[in-house]
């Protein structure tokens, strides 16, 4: 029963810790991510390019040290359950 591997703050511990080093539009992605969103509904949410998309979510993946981009949802997704408390329906974003 010692086996914490399933709850997501300790199977994403390291990774969580790494979010606060995203800017704030990666964040913005970030969540949208984590919302289930695809590159095309990102940019046409955050009225950008897919390229500019494509990019943000590379540099995501670099700053979280993981493989994929279901890798940064399923960090999304327990950064939303442990800071957030729900997952939002609709991620709050702001246009800059």
Not at 71 to 77: T, Y
Request: hydrophobic share 45%; charged share 20%; glycine share 10%.
């Amino acid at each position: 029963m010692g086996d914490d591997a399933g709850v997501p703050a300790v199977r994403w511990q390291i990774e969580l810790a790494r979010v606060g080093s995203l800017s704030e539009r990666e964040t913005q992605v970030f969540g949208l991510l984590g919302a289930g969103y695809s590159n095309r509904g990102i940019a046409a949410r955050l009225h950008v390019t897919e390229r500019t998309v494509k990019a943000h979510v590379a540099a995501i993946l670099a700053k979280l040290e993981v493989e994929s981009r279901l890798q940064v949802g399923l960090v999304a997704q327990a950064h939303q359950l442990m800071y957030e408390g729900t997952v939002p329906d609709q991620p709050t974003v702001t246009d800059n």
